[in-house]
């Protein structure tokens, strides 16, 4: 996958959710900077949108024509970059497999399935194994490892600690942050999970994923961003592989994290901090409830 043409169709998605609450868009470097991408990309999202019918550009004008419809955006495997795409695909295969300790994972059989080469999944391990949860052995094998109470209680230590700062920074975007329009989508979803949990449970995990990692982004720090990927990794999927009571742990979760979007829309510092503490907290709790049920 070419590293532009992902750029290129991310960004593309994303103003397509723009524009499904605005009638015109704003300035070419306004929306570069929104978007964090080149003018040349911006260029190249405009054109796009006034081929489909979507806006018409004219010099600084940018009139909205239509809403976007679901055909409109490009499939989220094309937007994705790879690390996501081996990530994704490295979480199902141990989650397929029981992730039990002991549980080998071969790195040419992960970049067989994924497409790619080994040398992207190997660097992908390496990063993930400093945290300890899996350990190389010879011939491109490694190995899943468990992780203490100890180890737990360090990285929710440093993952509040992160996510204190970025949902603070999250109710001081600007009205026109594209993360607005990306949270009253994801609020949707919830509310439809909500809906349909003794069905759909199960949809939880990639939803909480997405939305934490949308409030951790708004941080702009990429030591956070970059850090916040393997304590998702770590710290979500372990108390997933724990399935016990796990409808009522996530419809328990689904319901703190429409609180904890309220509070964000609220702007309100101090509702946004205490509805994060309360989640954090909660799910603070599951995991070592997780760890001690798997002892």
Excluded at 82 to 90: A, D, G, N, P
Excluded at 140 to 151: C, D, I
Aim: proline letters at 2%.
């Amino acid at each position: 996958m070419a590293k532009q043409n992902t750029v290129f169709k991310d960004a593309y998605n994303r103003t397509l959710k723009l524009i499904e609450e605005t009638d015109s868009l704003p300035s070419e470097p306004e929306l570069g900077g929104a978007l964090g991408v080149s003018r040349t990309t911006v260029r190249a999202v405009l054109t796009r949108l006034g081929e489909t019918g979507l806006i018409v550009w004219d010099k600084r004008a940018k009139t909205v024509l239509r809403r976007p419809s679901k055909s409109d955006y490009f499939p989220s495997e094309e937007t994705d970059s790879l690390s996501e795409i081996i990530e994704r695909s490295f979480m199902r295969r141990i989650l397929a497999g029981g992730a039990q300790p002991g549980m080998q994972i071969n790195e040419l059989e992960l970049a067989r399935e994924i497409g790619t080469g080994t040398t992207s999944v190997r660097e992908f391990l390496i990063r993930f194994s400093r945290f300890g949860l899996i350990e190389k052995r010879p011939n491109s094998h490694w190995v899943l490892k468990g992780f203490t109470r100890e180890f737990a209680l360090e990285l929710t230590e440093v993952r509040e600690m992160f996510e204190l700062r970025s949902a603070a920074r999250f109710g001081h975007l600007a009205e026109d942050h594209p993360a607005w329009a990306e949270l009253k989508e994801v609020e949707a979803q919830h509310r439809e999970l909500l809906a349909d949990i003794d069905k759909r449970y199960s949809e939880f995990s990639e939803l909480d994923e997405r939305f934490h990692l949308l409030v951790q982004k708004a941080s702009s720090n990429r030591f956070i961003i970059d850090f916040y990927d393997i304590i998702s990794i770590v710290f979500h999927y372990h108390y997933q592989w724990n399935k016990t009571n796990a409808r009522a742990r996530n419809a328990r979760a689904l319901e703190e994290h429409t609180d904890y979007i309220d509070a964000l829309f609220s702007r309100d510092a101090k509702k946004i901090e205490e509805a994060c503490r309360r989640h954090l907290k909660s799910a603070r709790e599951t995991l070592l409830q997780s760890i001690q049920d798997a002892e």
